[in-house]
């Protein structure tokens, strides 16, 4: 070989090993563990000294604050809101969010109903109530709204009692049951899934705007749990498969504003293997940076049938979800829901106490990865 093509092949292979060292380098460095972001919240008891003690004793300084007064025929009313804030502010706990009147009750008793009936002129008087209720969260500090779009309201059959959990009494849905009731239609009556996401976008295309104007992310609730087509007489926009519908929702609009109060239970509750199909869920979402809000709930079962229990003994191992939020870079709050009952008088708050400290303590978890 001559000289020159000696030196010319060295310096090539020389290049190469370059390239490849910086290519393993940058796989290796996305590979690390990214830093905890995240922080435990909750949505529950609103801003009474009562419970922003409670939230504070229990290391708990982010939190939705429910809502503000409202004032009929016009919205949120701004000073309580403001006072709101205040309050919880001399407990150092941050108001972040909270919750537009678009609940998960239902269709029958919703405050908004006509928004979800798809009924004009109606629904364009709730949406200015609404549009205002974004205005007076952005002039409050309050940069993030959560709700829901649904007709049917949470749907459960019954309580499964948990003898090896103190007779704790884990919320529960079984399809085949609910069948048998045979319960009735709402006053919607049949509603495809393509109707419903007509009636959310013409929500949204009016909402949005508001929203990026005051920088209020709205994050909306999947309606739970998911259902086969058709359940009297609706089908949800996440049913039947539920990864579908999330992809759908988020693909409605390239916003910054437009996302998810991703609750891990909901969702899990349509998926047939809970433990491996939410990780890519959380992944896609996340990476389009439409996670605004975490309900961390765990469930045994899944699709039609699944029982709502503690965090730390349902099918999902949610050291693994939480790992899957941090490395999305997810910078909210994580929060627990729904709760398993029992017959103690402090049951509920003795649920809410131990979830606190199970998120505190996965939290603390996958923080400490990043560091050894």
Do not use: C
């Given at each position: 070989m001559k000289r020159e093509n000696f030196i010319k092949v060295l310096a090539a292979g020389s290049v190469g090993a370059?390239?490849?060292?910086?290519?393993?380098?940058?796989?290796?460095?996305?590979?690390?563990?990214?830093?905890?972001?995240?922080k435990v919240g909750c949505q529950s008891g609103g801003t009474s000294i009562e419970n922003l003690e409670f939230k504070a004793r229990h290391g708990v300084y982010n939190l939705d604050g429910g809502a503000p007064k409202t004032i009929p025929g016009k919205g949120w009313d701004l000073e309580d809101s403001l006072r709101k804030k205040e309050a919880c502010e001399k407990?150092?706990?941050?108001?972040?969010?909270?919750?537009?009147?678009?609940?998960?009750?239902?269709?029958?008793?919703?405050?908004?109903?006509?928004?979800m009936l798809g009924k004009s002129p109606e629904r364009d008087r709730e949406i200015e109530m609404l549009q205002q209720m974004i205005e007076v969260a952005g002039k409050s500090g309050i940069h993030l709204?959560?709700?829901?779009?649904?007709?049917?309201?949470?749907?459960?059959?019954?309580?499964?009692?948990?003898?090896?959990?103190?007779?704790?009494?884990?919320?529960?849905?079984?399809?085949?049951?609910?069948?048998?009731?045979?319960?009735?239609?709402?006053?919607?009556?049949?509603?495809?899934?393509?109707?419903?996401?007509?009636?959310?976008?013409y929500l949204l295309d009016r909402c949005l705007p508001v929203a990026k104007e005051y920088k209020v992310k709205l994050a909306n609730h999947i309606a739970d749990p998911p259902t086969p087509v058709g359940y009297r007489g609706i089908t949800r926009w996440n049913s039947p498969d539920v990864f579908e519908g999330i992809k759908r929702f988020a693909q409605l609009y390239k916003s910054e504003y437009h996302g998810f109060n991703f609750c891990i239970g909901s969702i899990a509750e349509g998926l047939k293997d809970p433990k491996t199909e939410i990780l890519p869920i959380i992944k896609w979402v996340g990476e389009r940076k439409q996670i605004f809000n975490i309900h961390l709930r765990n469930i045994k079962?899944?699709?039609?049938n699944f029982q709502e229990v503690y965090p730390d003994n349902g099918d999902m191992n949610f050291l693994q979800v939480v790992r899957a939020l941090r490395d999305v870079g997810f910078d909210g709050m994580v929060m627990p829901d729904h709760v398993p009952h029992h017959e103690d008088e402090a049951a509920t708050p003795q649920a809410f106490s131990f979830s606190y400290g199970y998120i505190k303590g996965l939290l603390q978890a996958a923080a400490d990865e990043v560091k050894a």
């Open positions: 370059a390239t490849l060292g910086q290519e393993q380098a940058q796989a290796a460095k996305a590979a690390e563990p990214k830093k905890v972001l995240m407990y150092g706990i941050s108001l972040d969010a909270y919750h537009w009147p678009l609940a998960s009750s239902g269709i029958d008793k919703s405050e908004y109903p006509n928004v709204l959560n709700y829901n779009t649904t007709i049917l309201p949470v749907l459960r059959t019954g309580r499964t009692k948990d003898p090896k959990r103190g007779n704790a009494l884990y919320s529960t849905w079984n399809y085949e049951e609910a069948v048998k009731r045979n319960d009735p239609k709402t006053i919607a009556g049949d509603v495809s899934i393509d109707m419903m996401f007509e009636r959310i976008t079962g899944g699709w039609n």
